[in-house]
């Protein structure tokens, strides 16, 4: 992999590290990653994106190779090397997300998470049909987070979405355990309703025990001036458990222990009671629906 990188990209390095799903190393004083590629990916919009946000952020640079392109292949796998300018251990902060938020929108897009999470489910249940009898945690949970889901569907189909709501950069995943990094790298980068990454903030901070999280909520309300239609996405999107169906994939596809699942199937009780506290706290500022199922649990 050292000569790979060094003939493709004519980087010279001393030690070249693998964690996961990347190689990493220093090289003049910045953090190289050489990203695996385990999922397609709009190549134009990759670029068009960093190119939009260099100098201006402090996205991750996509280096071009030898052939001037964005991917190169080694033994028939895809590649991506990204240059980092953040601090990799830094914690994700709401200030950090609302600033990407602000920074680029588009309307010219067409964005259904209901469809989305549909699917999801049908790839997911293909997965644990072929795989399940090694995953007893999976088995015995599943069907609770795709009662959720059905919820959010459901939820997230009552909502009249206009043509005027604007798309902002936003990420296909923020996880419990991840830094600022994966904020600014250019794989995680989306276009997507603005409530998104704040649904996704909040759901990990319970999880993280981030003691401010009401006050920020009460903030973020106050300050960004989301109409009805934004507030209901963003009761949506709480409502579809993420969080979980990201480490379904990390133990199904990354081959992560099944253990890391434990901690948030041990608190699931108090997960709900929280969900239903946000929401409450949303629908004293706007008049979106009662969960019913919530209420009920916890009345």
């Known amino acids: 992999m050292k000569n790979f990188i060094e003939y493709f990209y004519n980087i010279k390095i001393d030690k070249i590290f693998y ?119 999976i088995v015995n949970s599943f069907n609770y987070f795709v009662g959720m889901t059905e919820n959010a569907i459901s939820y997230y189909s009552s909502i009249s979405i206009g043509d005027d709501i604007n798309y902002v950069i936003s990420h296909r995943s923020i996880k419990i355990g991840d830094t600022i990094e994966s904020l600014y790298n250019p794989l995680n980068i989306i276009l997507d309703y603005r409530v998104r990454d704040m649904a996704e903030y909040i759901k990990i901070s319970f999880f993280k025990n981030n003691k401010l999280i009401f006050k920020e909520i009460q903030e973020y309300l106050i300050s960004n001036n989301l109409s009805l239609v934004e507030v209901q996405l963003l009761v949506a999107r709480l409502l579809y458990p993420s969080f979980y169906f990201d480490m379904y994939d990390d133990i199904m596809i990354d081959n992560q222990e099944e253990k890391i699942l434990t901690f948030i199937l041990a608190n699931l009780d108090n997960y709900e009671i929280y969900l239903s506290n946000v929401i409450g706290l949303i629908r004293q500022r706007y008049n979106v629906d009662e969960i019913a199922w919530l209420k009920k649990n916890h009345s």
């Open 19 to 137: 964690e996961k799903n990347y190689y990493f190393f220093a090289y003049n004083g910045y953090t190289y990653k050489l990203y695996a590629l385990t999922r397609e990916y709009d190549v134009n919009f990759l670029l068009y994106m960093n190119q939009k946000m260099l100098n201006n952020t402090l996205v991750s640079e996509i280096i071009i190779n030898r052939n001037n392109e964005i991917i190169s292949i080694y033994n028939e796998n895809k590649f991506i090397l990204i240059k980092i300018f953040v601090n990799v251990n830094k914690n994700i902060s709401l200030n950090e997300i609302l600033f990407l938020n602000n920074y680029l929108s588009s309307k010219k897009l067409n964005v259904n998470w209901g469809q989305l999470w549909e699917k999801k489910i049908d790839y997911l249940e293909e997965l644990i049909n072929e795989n399940g009898k090694k995953y007893p945690l």
